[in-house]
């Protein structure tokens, strides 16, 4: 068989395939939303918060010029994304004028809450600089700490949860999740001066509720005790609840809707959680006993 | 010493060292194959198993003519690529039109099956739908999902490994480790349904058996036991067998090249298991007890 | 209101943060040194220490003029940025003519260790060949292994550390935790032959001391006993010592400053060590018994 | 003054001139037609007509999946572009279903079109060949001979013109004035086997009517005679008429709609004409005398 | 002699060159302005001159923000670029603390003027509009008339070299040359309702004056009787004064500082005048007699 | 008739068109030259010439890396792409290791002439700046002169015409055009201190000799006398001989291989020469009385 010959089969078993399932059949080009227009939101959001850290500085001051001309961008991609994921979601006889005019009223209130998602950040920043004796300064946190990425684009990933945008928030988050192993769900709840230390691991699941000054460390997983029930779970609350002034160090597992972590507490790392956990309380796990199987030279 | 003679000294430092080591020291340039093309290589056939959601859309409708551009493009890259990659491990004495046929078969080979593996792909986003409440969409898990990038690129990388081809199937399935903190080894034989949630931290080894509708969660290592025989170690089976139907949740540990996880098993998270599972087990770790230390106010 | 008001409120609330917070105040512009410019440097040094690898080959021999070309680059960059780093560090009244001098010291003394670091990452290159039996060769260690992208990194991000370069070091670093999940603090300590396998959320804390032959993999974390001293723990040994020929399995914890692991011990997988361990030790954590829940379709 | 005023008080002037005048202040961004997709589409009729000169080849073979895939490509932005650029026109009380309606007819008349316009092309290339002792073949024609680039948009901008698209046809054909010199008017007629050598400063006019076999070289204007009219001469036949088999050299100058160069004549250089030509006539221009003013040491 | 002696060998003898020639051996980099950076500034400057003609529009609406981002971009290249030109001539013992003064006021200057010279173009464009009878709307005229790139960068260039700024004026007006085939130096002085149609081939030279209300087409060269005298001619009138309301045809050369074309003056296409012509005058050149050869047969 | 069965017809005629033709039907993509790769040796051709000045410069100083690097990126390029050129002029059955000997003989002829080449453009360069009192400085030429350009290419592209390289010479020297409208044949011969001034319109034929401190300027033509003979007439002398220090002047107009213009002549603006002229000459064309032709008023 020539290559050419190759290729036309494998174009024929695609097309079987594509005509075969929804998901691939349907006329998909105008109307699925642009993981690259998402992306592109996100990075302008970056340069919005923290102007002149994420330029190639071009621009000797930071003006309103400068915000003003990013958030103006930043609107008219958000408008344009979350139009085309409610229409793919609506199908086609939905009427585009009403769904326009509600894009419209989810921009204009996301917007609204624009700078004080900032001043959630700087806070954030904040956080990340006291708690870390290995931040040489606040800079250093807004230029590189991999949780400064995580939680600002959670934190405008959830403003888009809560209204209940399809796709563009968990592409956001994922898009985070890749960039610094931090997985938070865009429909958790979190507080103020949030911090993450290291963090590649980091889960927190969709029903997560953080109040105010907690820090976690790589690896803590905030998730469901079960996923058996699938899809018919949607929408329950599955993960848990973590209170003020809570410190929660590695490699910790709390799992299930019904646990709460009691404010002012600290998790040791490597604690395994399933239950709740009343405020002031001081946890480490007994971790097992090590077991010194003698010289290695006997080996 | 000035500027100049600083790099001038640098350079010959270098140039000391690329003379010493033949990993440095051969003609690299026409030969080695191209990382870029590799990841470009990538690129397509995500395009061709997604037609229309990793795209800046311009064209109207999903196309034999999409299909088949693409197609024809990954085909080159994947010849070209192969080619280098044998020839390269061949070294200079070899006789290439000897290894240009080989490699046509090769390709020949792949292109016939990637409708099918376009089917299994599409049986993954259905399994990532189904198990995670927090899916909105089957559209959202191709989409953002990690695993789904990370699947797609294992299930090409396996069947380059599975030619013997040097080189690329690792570098494919390291880009995509990179991005989603997924492990794969390209070696790994894994059945159909397969999904992993979150998936940071997950390794699954060379000689790793997973059979259908497995479920991972992030963190999950199916690993060998203990890698001091190094290279005499290559080609062992080292790593278990997950047989169908079962689900490991998060940061459970699993090792052995004997050791098999019984079909329509569950384990708990934070397991670590050296040893055969008998099928329709249920296991948790009998986690450590958890030391409440007392409150906070008295430290 | 309109858009263009929804936008105006907008800049006004940034303008106000902005005005209001010292950080994002202050011009920043001329003065922050550039994240571009600093990953732009990283690919020039992954270029100069593995020609050929990481090109879009078009030059036919790796020469001196491949070599010196990209190493007068990077001097370039590494000046540049440097200078940068230390006069936004220094404030508007220092005498740049004194910086400029000794930013040209420090480009001068990291440049004379270039060709001995390299030396240095042939010797890891080595040590991932030869403890993986994975690995099918060198080639495919340089190519694409995550661990060598993150010591390569360390290894120059170290000795800008050392030079107590502000901000680089650690944007260096996290760039390599971005992409291979690994995160090795610049300030660590880490001698020949080091090799991590797979590596993601791998933690080396800043004042780590690692010696020769030492393998680690994935998940483990050399880390704090506790932060919560914050910034005035600053500059404290917080971090353990790991002496030559150790290896730590997955997923294994090692806390606190004065925890030393002796030389030649081996750690197994999923182990949480906070106090020091002897030479010619073989660790293993005395796992939790698994408890066998009884059949699944007693559920 | 600072910068910063010097900045706001521009900024004040340009918004007062914007405020002031139409062409400014109009909502223009979602309407204009963009100048980057059609010179975008420009050069996917160009890979579209001469399959693999214009391309970065990396498939192996011309197939109708790149033919097709590329003609997709072009519809869509030939679509959007005419679509937006009638919107604009018409200003915004119009019915876009009407509008998109008539664009849909229209590319389609274009498309059904494009064969034939590839045969025109082919026969241009053949021109070109022969009537240039210089050419060394046709490939090199097609490759680098500014006329081909100037021929080709014209062909499918005339196409547009005669659609009266707006903004579009003089978009493409100022493109292709900007690349060759060559300044084809889209609204002129023009046979077949046309040739231009060297082409630099050639002007064809709107109502220009080219026979077939009709070769030019640079500097040959076929213009008006005069513009006083201005916008009272639009639609009005103001440019001459080249019947079939007339050749024109370098710099000379027709001018007038009542002009006619009958058939089989040859005009020399430099010729200046006003009126009209029999066929079958050989004409040069009584050049000036030389005077010669003796020799330069003289001066 | 080998592939790699060639290089040296080549590689010396252009050290050899450099080392000779004080155009190529001072330290370059550091100091030439970068014609990149230049041309740049230009694509700002048509931003700003004509909001959304030349943009992928994504913000919905010219507002101020769009205008002062780019004013503030334009300003920020405008300082460096001039400085560094200035810089670079005034050679290495200048005082750049002066340098940067003068600069910082020669910047001040032109952006006050930019509202003005946007309000001249619109006057170019409103004269390209109403001369033309195959100009469809005053959109077509920016969006796509060579001479409108050509005057505007014309008008910001001349404003450059009024200020006497080294290099930059003549980068941008022949940028503006290449993409036009209009040559217009930036020392000539040009009034409102200017207009060129066509305009390849189009000279005005340095000291060249011209009126309002100006009609050049294709080819007209107003130049300079002879340069024989090279580098004494320097700041000479050499180039001849245009009154108001005069129009000049196709390929007319106009030469000699001396010569002045007086208002409300019309000349034909291809006069060649060397001496002034009084105002009101309308001039053509008595065509050469065309001497027509006989038939075509007869050859 | 569906959008898509639009598409699939217009695929068809193409497919009809390219299986009829030669020139489309054959396998082009691994044979032809690429346009692209051909014009990036130009950029680094300009780049070995003039050092520093068509660079962001990152590199602080002019060395022989940067030199020799760039000189082996384009070594490797013209051996590249001059071998596919011959491969696809000499067709399949060519044994190809004969062609790469040949090209490789090529390669080491021309590169031995670059640093000759070199001196030959700083030369040109000092032609330029003494010539053209509008000239700044010597910088300014470089910077922006399209002589400049047009020159290094010419002088590049003459050594691959010397050595019968197929397609290459004409591309180079046609992108060279597209940027400065002078049209140098790389057949053409031309001595030392050669200087165009302006540019546009500029034709060199391919048989023309020039000698060394000619000037030329605008519009000015070296051509054949008639090309009615097509392809029989190639490789006879149809252009002109300039002799050594000859002056002409914009738009003349010099025709035919036997027309010589004796050594230290000038001629002025718009002559039109057919026969030879002899040395120390001086020529001007008798300009055609100009017709006053009254007042404009009177019109």
């Known amino acids: 068989m020539s290559q050419i010959d190759t290729i036309k089969n494998a174009v024929e078993g695609i097309m079987d395939n594509c005509n075969n399932n929804d998901l691939l059949s349907k006329k998909r080009k105008g109307n699925l939303p642009s993981r690259n227009e998402i992306i592109h939101l996100i990075k302008l959001f970056r340069k919005i918060f923290f102007p002149g850290y994420f330029d190639d500085a071009r621009t000797s001051i930071c003006t309103e010029y400068y915000i003003g001309e990013n958030l103006a961008k930043a609107y008219s991609i958000m408008y344009t994304q979350t139009l085309l994921a409610f229409m793919y979601e609506a199908g086609e006889n939905t009427d585009e004028a009403v769904v326009e005019k509600q894009v419209e009223e989810i921009c204009k209130r996301i917007f609204k809450k624009i700078p004080y998602i900032q001043q959630m950040l700087m806070k954030d920043v904040e956080a990340g600089f006291v708690g870390d004796p290995a931040a040489k300064?606040?800079?250093?946190?807004?230029?590189?700490?991999?949780?400064?990425l995580a939680i600002s684009v959670y934190r405008i990933a959830h403003e888009l949860y809560v209204?209940?945008?399809?796709?563009?928030?968990?592409i956001m988050t994922e898009y985070a999740h890749s960039k610094t192993g931090i997985d938070i769900n865009s429909g958790a709840t979190i507080g103020e001066y949030f911090f993450i230390d290291h963090g590649t691991g980091v889960v927190i699941g969709?029903?997560?509720?953080?109040?105010?000054?907690?820090?976690?460390?790589?690896?803590?997983?905030?998730?469901?005790?079960?996923?058996?029930?699938?899809?018919?779970?949607?929408?329950?609350?599955?993960?848990?609840?973590i209170e003020d002034n809570v410190t929660i160090y590695a490699n910790s597992t709390i799992l299930g809707g019904q646990t709460t972590i009691g404010h002012d507490s600290v998790l040791a790392g490597n604690t395994f959680i399933t239950e709740s956990i009343p405020p002031f309380t001081k946890v480490s796990a007994k971790t097992p006993e090590l077991r010194l199987k003698g010289k290695m030279s006997e080996q």
């Open 206 to 241: 969709e029903t997560t509720t953080i109040g105010n000054n907690v820090k976690l460390y790589q690896g803590v997983t905030l998730g469901a005790l079960s996923t058996k029930g699938g899809q018919s779970l949607a929408n329950v609350k599955r993960h848990p609840t």
């Open 163 to 170: 209204e209940n945008v399809p796709f563009i928030p968990r």
């Open 137 to 148: 300064s606040k800079e250093e946190v807004i230029f590189s700490y991999p949780c400064l």
